[in-house]
């Protein structure tokens, strides 16, 4: 959890106060300045009214050139960032052809499979001449290849389920499926910090939405117990059905959901169970099957797993894994399935290999090396920070970490100062994150070796000084501990 | 006896006014004699709020004790998952054993594919598939990051500048899939309170955009003109505040569930008398309509700048994934921060955004491949004007051939199993595989249901000649009864 100091607090809010102080008083003078020259779209609502984009015009664009950094490589372990100047105070960015090679702390790239990988490049390239980059149909028409009964297959086996489905994309998987499970008259019950998607699938299913407070079992049956008691809003009728929806590591807090005590708590009263596991699944685990190996839970026990192929196995799409009638029900009937364009092959193909080589069917055991350095790599980093001073979230064996920043000026400081010494970071404030709460993220991979990963260590220490982040008292050195010992 | 009550009963009386009258105290308080009925008037003023505080009687409000909410929630029995499964939830697709092009393998056998959205005959090109490999070779597959987090590619940036330059507008937004292009940009530009007028045949996608957005949403009649005007002016009239609400108008440039295509000078001319935003969905029109396949514009000599928003999904005309939207510079900045699809989900993979570069480069060298698209269509249309019991809805130019029963036989359930009935036998029995509109529980189009057919310019005339004669046989022994 989150410890924010007093001091820190009222800073942060000091300086945001100063910046929307400042932002409104441009706005004023924009208006005065932009009052004589008459508007050639007069009849038309503006597509922005006043506030609904000030954070955009008079926050975001100030430190624009933090985000959405392009690079010119594989998104590996080291990439080519690209360099980008502007010549109106960052509204507008152009690309010159110059990059800069630099460590890459910030993509998805749990298991190191982004780049060209030995085992699954030839494969992929054999299935583009064969099968080329689109079916350009529907799953029911005919956009169902031979790679994708397998991979469906492959997925059921590899998650511990009966069976599958894919869709193309991670987003779409959560906004189609919902509102096919559960309608008007159902229930759901989300976590407070779940991830966009989840919340677009919940709101166009039409049922109402209850929030719990963040992996909080006890809040959560609380919440379960008052609900069926009151039945539907204003009707008091019983309600259809409950699905109590989790992740299974959060992103940008990196901790675990206490999923046991939740499962405990959704079979006593009744309530299904959807498990979302984006960010965990390949990447924790001693087989990489994710959070449910990781904490003892029987797959049997969660009612719908939920995965993408983004993170761990460096491809697009997602999955939906449960008992064979929901998905005999999710494939006669969810939008996704009927009207959208199938997963591109060469990317199904690229799933099936790196599957094959985490669960070791490709001879080799490169897949239980990439699982146990991950997590070397995961808990040496955070124990490194933690002993530096930083104020690190998240739980042991998780590869996603925060380092807190809280106040909104460091958060360009320590984006640029470590661009300038060749550390890709990323930075994450609002809205994905509260207001006062921002951080930057590191996402480990395990393509970093040693020593990339202590050059990392250098970099974000001496940058941390510099910024003035390092909130906890930092832990002297093993030697110095011993000497004192002596005296 | 009489007189005696009278006699008490004035002394009291009397009694009663000289007490009234008395000054009390003789105390003058502020001016004001203190006289007897004031004492009075006091108590009862007294009695009024004495009454006043007491409570009114309301049966008490218990809350649930902790034993009744336990026994409620055992008592309550959840539905089940999934409905129970019938037999057509157990139908499976045919597998696809090659590329998705005009001849494709299906379970072992060699049809004629008339399945797969593929206009411009580009599955399986040569130069294409070099350009794919390359960009895996350099990129890998996936992009392993939002745009936002170095997930940016030059590839992608490579590509949004390439789409805008070919349709001639400021710049393009990259989306990673091509159906949730269009459910991202209408809430990102729609919000609560603002009015939206749709066509009632748009598909799931477009729904889904105008649910999440919680505008006011009026459907007009399905590509009626008249409809749509009638519609615009009983929203227009005498609301003095429209100035101040976003109004929008949405359509598809070829409709996917019936195959017409949307009168595009009508509708600018509409809008613009009556201050309405178009949002065009140009998915199966990209590439297709207009003399060098820049879309509806281009073909209803309309400037692109009268269209407010533009979106494609690539996955037909272009054969790759993703789809794009395009824009005046505003529209187009705006998306970048508040369209969830494109902040919060992965991009597209690499070597799909150099498919879409070479897809449209290849479009613009060879503009003859729309003649040939053409001419394959007004073939197929000739061919299929005289199948006993089908009827073709789609319009004479529109690259779906959509073909619905002439008389239904009253529920739409029956209508899909004749038309399934039809597709089999026509793909066991001729080779050609054609396909019909299956709907989702949660699609709230009524359109009638029918046969699809997607031309591509990769057909030959004998493909096109086999397909309509083999539809005509098996509709006329399938229809024979209704006929």
């Known amino acids: ?487 | 006896m009489a007189s005696a009550v009278m006699n008490v009963t004035a002394t009291v009386l009397d009694w009663m006014s000289a007490a009234f009258d008395a000054p009390l105290a003789r105390a003058v308080v502020f001016g004001v004699h203190i006289d007897g009925h004031l004492v009075i008037e006091v108590l009862l003023i007294v009695v009024i709020l004495f009454q006043l505080t007491r409570k009114s009687y309301k049966p008490p409000k218990k809350p649930l004790t902790e034993k009744e909410i336990d026994e409620l929630c055992e008592e309550w029995v959840p539905e089940s998952l999934h409905p129970p499964i019938t037999e057509e939830m157990l139908a499976q697709p045919p597998t696809l054993e090659s590329a998705a092009g005009p001849h494709s393998i299906i379970d072992g056998k060699e049809v004629v594919n008339f399945a797969s959205a593929n206009y411009l005959g580009l599955v399986g090109n040569e130069k294409i598939i070099d350009s794919c490999i390359t960009s895996v070779e350099k990129y890998g597959v996936g992009s392993c990051g939002p745009r936002g987090f170095y997930g940016t590619i030059d590839a992608h940036l490579d590509c949004e500048t390439r789409i805008a330059k070919f349709l001639g507008t400021p710049d393009s937004v990259l989306y990673s899939y091509g159906i949730s292009t269009i459910f991202s940009v209408i809430p990102a530009f729609c919000k609560k309170g603002d009015i939206i007028v749709a066509d009632e045949g748009v598909h799931w996608g477009v729904q889904n955009g105008l649910y999440l957005s919680r505008s006011t949403v009026v459907y007009f009649k399905h590509n009626d003109m008249a409809s749509l005007e009638s519609t615009l002016n009983k929203i227009t009239r005498g609301n003095k505040r429209a100035e101040k609400i976003r109004r929008y108008i949405v359509v598809e440039a070829v409709y996917q569930n019936s195959g017409q295509i949307a009168p595009l000078d009508e509708i600018v001319r509409l809008k613009e008398k009556h201050r309405f935003r178009l949002v065009l969905d140009e998915s199966h029109s990209f590439g297709v309509l207009g003399k060098s396949g820049r879309g509806l514009a281009e073909y209803c000599g309309v400037p692109i700048e009268k269209i407010d928003i533009i979106t494609a999904g690539m996955g037909n005309a272009l054969a790759t994934d993703g789809g794009f939207c395009t824009g005046n510079v505003r529209v187009v900045d705006h998306q970048r921060l508040s369209s969830s699809g494109y902040v919060f989900s992965a991009s597209l993979p690499p070597y799909l955004a150099s498919a879409a570069i070479t897809a449209v480069e290849y479009l613009q060298e060879n503009p003859s491949v729309l003649e040939t698209l053409r001419s394959n269509i007004a073939l197929l249309q000739k061919g299929l004007a005289d199948v006993p019991g089908l009827t073709i809805t789609s319009h004479p130019l529109s690259p779906i051939v959509f073909l619905k029963l002439k008389k239904s036989t009253g529920s739409a359930k029956t209508d899909l199993q004749l038309l399934d009935t039809i597709a089999d036998r026509v793909l066991k029995e001729d080779s050609v595989f054609i396909v019909t509109l299956k709907k989702s529980t949660l699609d709230k189009c009524r359109l009638p249901v029918g046969i699809r057919l997607f031309v591509s310019a990769g057909h030959s005339e004998s493909d096109l000649l086999k397909a309509s004669e083999s539809l005509k046989r098996v509709a006329a022994s399938v229809l024979a009864e209704l006929l």
């Open chain 1, 1 to 487: 959890m989150v410890r924010l100091p007093y001091l820190t607090a009222l800073t942060t809010l000091f300086s945001y106060g100063l910046l929307f102080a400042f932002g409104q008083l441009r706005d004023f003078f924009r208006k005065l300045i932009d009052w004589p020259k008459s508007k050639n779209l007069k009849g038309y609502a503006p597509i922005c009214l006043g506030l609904e984009d000030f954070y955009t015009r008079r926050l975001y664009l100030r430190i624009q050139d933090c985000f959405g950094r392009p690079i010119a490589s594989a998104p590996d372990a080291w990439i080519d960032v690209v360099e980008r100047y502007s010549n109106d105070n960052n509204k507008t960015l152009l690309r010159t052809s110059n990059t800069t090679k630099c460590l890459n702390l910030g993509s998805y790239n749990y298991l190191g499979f982004a780049a060209a990988d030995e085992y699954c490049t030839p494969r992929v390239i054999e299935s583009l001449k064969k099968y080329s980059p689109s079916t350009c149909s529907v799953r029911v028409d005919g956009g169902t290849t031979k790679l994708h009964t397998e991979l469906e297959e492959l997925v059921a086996r590899f998650v511990g389920k009966p069976a599958a489905i894919l869709f193309g994309m991670g987003y779409v998987t959560n906004s189609a499926i919902i509102p096919a499970l559960v309608g008007k008259g159902g229930l759901i019950i989300s976590d407070s910090l779940n991830h966009n998607s989840i919340v677009n699938g919940a709101r166009g299913s039409g049922a109402t939405v209850r929030v719990f407070q963040h992996n909080n079992p006890s809040h959560l049956e609380e919440v379960l117990r008052e609900q069926i008691a009151e039945g539907q809003p204003r009707t008091h009728r019983p309600w259809k059905k409950i699905i109590v929806i989790v992740e299974g590591i959060y992103s940008m807090e990196g901790e675990l959901c206490k999923l046991p005590e939740i499962i405990a708590v959704c079979k006593k009263y009744k309530a299904y169970t959807y498990l979302d596991e984006a960010h965990s699944i390949g990447a924790i685990g001693k087989s990489g099957r994710g959070v449910c190996e990781l904490l003892g839970v029987d797959p049997a026990d969660v009612d719908i797993m939920m995965g993408t192929f983004t993170k761990s196995f460096g491809s697009c799409g997602g999955y939906i894994a449960a008992s064979k009638e929901i998905i005999q029900y999710l494939k006669y009937t969810c939008p996704a399935h009927l009207y959208a364009t199938s997963m591109s092959p060469p990317a199904v193909q690229q799933v099936i290999s790196a599957i094959k080589v985490i669960l070791g069917e490709d001879g080799s055991n490169r897949g239980a090396q990439k699982l146990a350095r991950i997590r070397e790599n995961s808990n040496f980093f955070r124990s490194e920070l933690q002993k530096m001073g930083f104020e690190v979230l998240g739980d042991n064996d998780s590869p996603v970490m925060p380092i807190m920043l809280y106040n909104p000026a460091k958060i360009p400081a320590f984006s640029r100062e470590c661009l300038r010494q060749n550390v890709a970071i990323v930075t994450v404030a609002f809205p994905a994150t509260p207001l006062l709460l921002a951080r930057a993220r590191i996402c480990i991979s395990a393509s970093h070796t040693r020593e990339d990963l202590i050059k990392g260590l250098e970099v974000i220490s001496k940058v941390g000084d510099l910024v003035g982040i390092k909130y906890f008292p930092v832990e002297p050195p093993k030697h110095e501990q011993d000497q004192k010992k002596l005296e």
